[in-house]
């Protein structure tokens, strides 16, 4: 019997090379190749239509995709109006987030009006139905199969045709076609193409659960997230009941769109006002809190973010942002210090977003600068005020995009005063609340009040 030959393959880029290295060679990252058995060089892909021929885009039919709503209003709104005809779906998340119950629940309720197909390579149909019993779920026509290996999916899939079809999960499934095992680069790489080929060739909506790495990074090649259509991520602290699903990829859809749900003992179920689980309710103003106003893809959020200034104890002191970026919040220190006046070299600096989001937009800079200004002369902002902005370097206060989507919502919630660009500031009052527009970080500061 032949020996089998090991190769090196890239989890990021899926290059391959014959010896060990600490950088792949074909994308520069480090540490990203594992061990993989060979494969025969003979060709596993078989035409699954009629032969590709060119055409002009002219002649194509551009017409409006097919979507299938899913029954749960939050899941739509991150799926960019609902589950595409043919389309392929990653779901990734950390292990006892939701994601198996979110589409067990999804596929319950599409179950009166679409054939629907679970497939389970992690628990068994018992395990399953035990779910699904638990939950309080109808699942009389959700169709199920305890399978792992590809070629017996796919025989099932093209047999009975289903509208959409989950694989929970992808890194279990393998192909007899390869020799490495479930989960590796090869296997992941391949299974996922075959079911998105089948998915395009035959319409059956496929979503594919993904196990992610200890860094939060979905496990397997990075080809991976190019192939499928539309890239999402489960997230949430798991001694919280608040989730959130994330878009970071949708080519059906806008990215960046967010869902938010609460896990209770029914699973998953919908917030209609994501803004209130990120404010906190003081009985009184409270010194280091500012409320910002973020844009989540269409949505814009309320956000609290809490400061904390305190005298430094060690040499050197500390800078801790949690929810925000770490080097920006040095960064906008030096703006305070320089523009403002404000020094806070000699003080542990401390950022926090209320309810674990991460904020990544630079229009949280002016609302995290009057935190800060708010906590270290220990006086609280003005009562119902909303803020945001973003800072430049010399001290200038820049518009955002869709202020003024951001003061409605605001108004909406009850508040009463916004703090913001001038740029920003509405041609035509928004009814309800009161526009402080500025242009500079020592004008907001003097304006706190």
């Known amino acids: 019997m032949a020996k089998s030959k090991s190769t090196y393959s890239c989890n990021e880029c899926g290059g391959q090379t014959l010896k060990w290295q600490g950088q792949c060679p074909h994308c520069q990252a480090w540490n990203t190749l594992i061990e993989t058995v060979s494969e025969k060089s003979t060709s596993r892909f078989t035409p699954v239509s009629e032969t590709s021929h060119v055409q002009s885009l002219s002649m194509v039919d551009d017409g409006e995709e097919e979507r299938y709503s899913t029954g749960v209003t939050e899941f739509d709104r991150v799926l960019g109006g609902g589950l ?67 070629e017996k999916i796919q025989s099932v899939l093209s047999e009975r045709k289903p509208d959409i079809a989950v694989i929970d999960s992808i890194q279990t499934v393998y192909s007899e076609a390869l020799q490495s095992a479930p989960g590796s680069v090869a296997q992941v790489r391949e299974c996922a193409a075959q079911l998105t080929r089948l998915a395009k060739a035959s319409g059956t909506c496929i979503i594919l659960v993904g196990h992610v790495t200890k860094e939060g990074a ?65 009985d009184s103003q409270v010194a280091g809190s500012c ?28 800078r801790l942002s949690v929810g925000l970026e770490q080097n920006r919040l040095a960064m906008l220190l ?55 902005g973003e800072v430049g370097l010399a001290g200038e206060v820049r518009p955002v995009q869709r202020g003024q989507e951001r003061l409605k919502e605001a108004a909406k919630l009850g508040f009463t005063s916004a703090i913001i660009p001038k740029a920003n500031k509405p041609k035509q009052s928004i009814p309800g609340i009161e526009i402080i527009a500025v242009e500079r970080v020592e004008e907001a500061v003097s304006r706190m009040r």
């Not at 869902?259 to 917030?271: C, D, H, K, P």
């Not at 937009?361 to 006086?379: M, R, T």
């Open 84 to 150: 595409v005809h043919g389309g392929v779906v990653l779901l990734g998340g950390d292990p006892g987030i939701g994601k198996s119950t979110l589409l067990l629940q999804t596929l319950c309720h599409m179950s009166s009006t679409h054939n629907v197909l679970y497939v389970s390579g992690e628990e068994s149909a018992r395990q399953v139905a035990l779910r699904a019993k638990r939950l309080a779920l109808d699942a009389s026509a959700v169709h199920m199969l305890a399978e792992i290996q590809l």
């Open 218 to 282: 979905l496990a397997g090649p990075r080809v991976l997230e190019h192939m499928v259509d539309t890239v999402l991520y489960f997230e949430g602290d798991t001694h919280s009941s608040f989730r959130l699903i994330r878009a970071f990829k949708n080519r059906f859809g806008a990215v960046n769109e967010i869902g938010v749900f609460a896990m209770s003992e029914r699973g998953l179920r919908e917030v209609t006002n994501p803004s209130a689980l990120f404010l906190s309710h003081h």
């Open 291 to 318: 409320v910002m106003v973020t844009q989540e893809g269409t949505r814009p959020l309320l956000v609290e973010i809490q400061a904390l200034v305190d005298e430094a104890h060690a040499p050197n002191p500390r």
């Open 334 to 388: 030096a703006v305070l210090h320089r523009h403002a006046g404000i020094p806070c070299f000699d003080q542990d600096v401390f950022v926090n977003a209320v309810g674990g989001v991460k904020i990544t937009e630079p229009g949280a800079d002016l609302a995290v600068l009057l935190a800060i200004v708010s906590s270290f002369k220990n006086k609280p902002l003005t009562e119902n005020m909303v803020v945001f």
